[in-house]
């Protein structure tokens, strides 16, 4: 981000105790910078503008972001609940092979471990 226009110092005002040799430079010289400061001013009020305007464009995007996120975020809770049934099934499966009689039920415990290994349980 750019940095703001300096408004410049203005130069020493005349003053009465100044004799006719200060007072008339210092007078041209405070009134000659009054100008330069106005231009300098208008310059900074712009540059706010532009940064306030930038500031609520990226405020914007920081919520968009922001919801995007919480959105993933609700995606994975759904997934993570979805890969854990999936691990309580494929338990109950070995369970059940387990307790079958005979080949049936070795063919039923292998079929549930193949299932699991695949799904990476």
């Given at each position: 981000?750019?940095?703001?226009?300096?408004?410049?110092?203005?130069?020493?005002?005349?003053?009465?105790?100044?004799?006719?040799?200060?007072?008339?430079?210092?007078?041209?010289?405070?009134?000659?910078?009054?100008?330069?400061?106005?231009?300098?001013?208008?310059?900074?009020?712009?540059?706010?503008n532009e940064t306030a305007q930038q500031v609520h464009a990226d405020a914007?995007?920081?919520?968009?972001?922001?919801?995007?996120?919480?959105?993933?975020?609700?995606?994975?809770?759904?997934?993570?609940?979805?890969?854990?049934?999936?691990?309580?099934?494929?338990?109950?499966?070995?369970?059940?092979?387990?307790?079958?009689?005979?080949?049936?039920?070795?063919?039923?415990?292998?079929?549930?471990?193949?299932?699991?290994?695949?799904?990476?349980?």
């Amino acid at each position: 981000m750019a940095l703001p226009p300096v408004i410049p110092d203005l130069p020493p005002a005349p003053s009465r105790s100044d004799g006719p040799a200060d007072f008339t430079p210092k007078a041209d010289a405070l009134v000659g910078a009054l100008q330069p400061m106005v231009t300098a001013q208008n310059g900074q009020a712009e540059w706010m503008n532009e940064t306030a305007q930038q500031v609520h464009a990226d405020a914007i995007y920081a919520g968009q972001a922001a919801d995007r996120a919480e959105a993933v975020d609700t995606n994975v809770g759904a997934q993570v609940a979805a890969a854990q049934a999936a691990a309580n099934n494929a338990a109950a499966s070995a369970a059940a092979a387990e307790s079958a009689p005979g080949s049936i039920g070795n063919l039923a415990l292998i079929h549930s471990m193949t299932i699991g290994m695949i799904r990476g349980f």
